[in-house]
């Protein structure tokens, strides 16, 4: 039981991959009614998933809603994103916030100028693995934290066409590694490359340090066959390794026995000690992302990604696309320079 106080109803803009997965949770989520979704081609005698399928947002806007979806491509986010505001409508859009650090800003004005409840599509925040790992850094499980390495690598998206690789996938990690350290990014160095004829980077290396000097890597890419979703921290007691994709959690302890091998006596780093891998519930990432979101609408305490977090994560995006442009290590929330040297 959720406890609604009442049903909430819910739209959705963007029928692609990622919105169809939205209207699957939206049609059978507790204490919500799924009022429809925008599509171009939409024909309100079709259906997607039991509710009309409208070709235009106003239409959806006089079916009524309470909040909205924004799963259509980046380059609308704002647009879409500033009619919801306008017209009261609470609004989830889908990562990265906004092409642009002046876009993603107009957005974070919009609603919260009007009071509303806007929140940011990181899905990663709500699997299960991450969410253990956070807990138990929290915790002080892993003492101090030296260094967070992510690898997110597989084969390229059709689905995509609007942005590259950092804003569309290496977003999921900038997001998640601020989240899970509670420390922002200070300083990226990153380099791209295109190897896939589009206008867009398909690959990205960055080296980043946050606010509370831990080290960041970070190896983001749409060109390899093998699909790798990979997260690493390690600190002063040992390592947490998550695999997003299984959603399991692995801790790697710093042996404490004795060394008898002489040899090795005078190596003073850590040794290896126990191997866990934890027993977590797997509940369904957007399943719960859907959940925090309505309750966060209908009033109730509730953490989501904030419309300002999502910011912050597009204004590193940014740094590290001007980094790898420039050559540069770029401190992130710096304007950016053009090639002579002036603001821009």
Not at 40 to 65: H, I, K, N, Q, T
Not at 234 to 240: D, I, M
Request: glycine fraction near 10%.
């Amino acid at each position: 039981m959720t406890g609604q106080t009442r049903r909430l109803r819910a739209g959705l803009i963007g029928l692609g991959a990622m919105g169809r997965n939205h209207a699957r949770i939206l049609s059978t989520l507790d204490g919500v009614d799924f009022a429809g979704s925008v599509d171009p081609a939409g024909d309100p005698r079709r259906s997607a998933y039991g509710a009309p399928v409208f070709a235009e947002l106003d239409e959806l806007l006089a079916a009524g809603v309470d909040y909205a979806v924004v799963a259509c491509p980046t380059s609308l986010h704002e647009s879409v994103g500033l009619r919801l505001a306008e017209n009261g409508v609470c609004a989830l859009i889908e990562k990265p916030l906004a092409g642009t650090v002046e876009a993603a800003a107009r957005l974070v004005e919009a609603f919260e100028s009007r009071g509303l409840v806007a929140g940011v599509g990181h899905i990663e925040r709500f699997n299960p693995a991450l969410q253990s790992l956070r807990e138990r850094l929290e915790a002080g499980e892993l003492g101090d934290i030296y260094q967070v390495v992510t690898r997110r690598q597989g084969p390229f998206p059709n689905r995509i066409a609007d942005v590259g690789v950092v804003k569309d996938l290496a977003t999921h990690d900038i997001d998640l590694t601020s989240w899970v350290t509670g420390s922002g990014y200070a300083t990226v160095s990153a380099r791209t490359v295109q190897k896939s004829g589009r206008e867009h980077e398909d690959m990205v290396a960055v080296v980043a340090s946050l606010d509370d000097g831990t080290m960041v890597s970070h190896l983001v890419n749409w060109l390899s066959p093998l699909k790798e979703r990979f997260t690493a921290v390690t600190g002063a007691l040992g390592c947490f390794v998550a695999d997003t994709l299984t959603a399991d959690l692995t801790f790697y302890s710093n042996g404490a026995a004795s060394n008898e091998w002489e040899a090795l006596r005078t190596f003073s780093g850590v040794t290896s000690g126990d191997m866990i891998r934890y027993a977590i519930l797997r509940r369904e990432p957007l399943l719960v992302e859907h959940e925090r979101f309505r309750d966060a609408v209908d009033g109730k305490p509730s953490e989501i990604v904030t419309l300002r977090q999502g910011l912050r994560n597009v204004e590193v995006s940014a740094a590290i696309l001007e980094s790898a442009e420039r050559g540069l290590t770029v401190t992130v929330g710096e304007p950016a320079v053009n090639a002579k040297g002036a603001a821009q």
